[in-house]
C-alpha cells in the first residue's frame, strides 16, 4: 500500500489557496494549509510533509525565514515558493536560502502541479521504489530498518 503524500500550502490569499488546493487534491495528495508563518512552520513540524508550497509575505513569520529554518535540519524536504516578489534579486535570494523552485503570481496552476511532481519525483517517489535493497545474500528493507543476511 502506497502512503499519502503531504503537500503543505503556507499562503495567506485564501483566493490562491483555494486554487492550488483544487489542483493539488486532483493529483492525490493530502493537503495541510496554514494562512500564515508561524501556523505553516507549526504543520511542518507537526505534519513532516513532502512537499511545501511556500508564499513568502505572509502574517507572523515570512516565507524567507521559513524557509531559512527548515532548511537547517531538513535539506531534502521540496520547497516551491509562490510569491507576488518577481524582482531576479529575489529569485536568486530564494533559490540560494534553499527554495527548489520559485514561481511569481500570477501563475499558471497545472505549470505549478508539474513542478511539484517534479520536485517529487527527485524525492518521494524515488524513496517508494526504493523501500528495500537486494544484494546475492543481503536485504536491506529501508522501511522496517531491517537487514537480513542469507548464508552461502
Sequence with gaps: MKRSIKVLIVE???NITELVSMYM???GFELLVADDGEAGLDLYYKERPDCIILDLMLPSIDGWEICKTIRIE???TPIIMLTGKGQSYDIIKGLEIGADDYIVKPFDPNELSARVKAALRRTVLKEEGMESLQFSNLLINRRE???FCRKK
Aim: glycine share 0%.
Design 12 to 14: 495567506d490569499d485564501p
Design 25 to 27: 487534491d486532483k493529483l
Design 74 to 76: 531538513d535539506k531534502d
Design 145 to 147: 530498518f531491517r537487514v
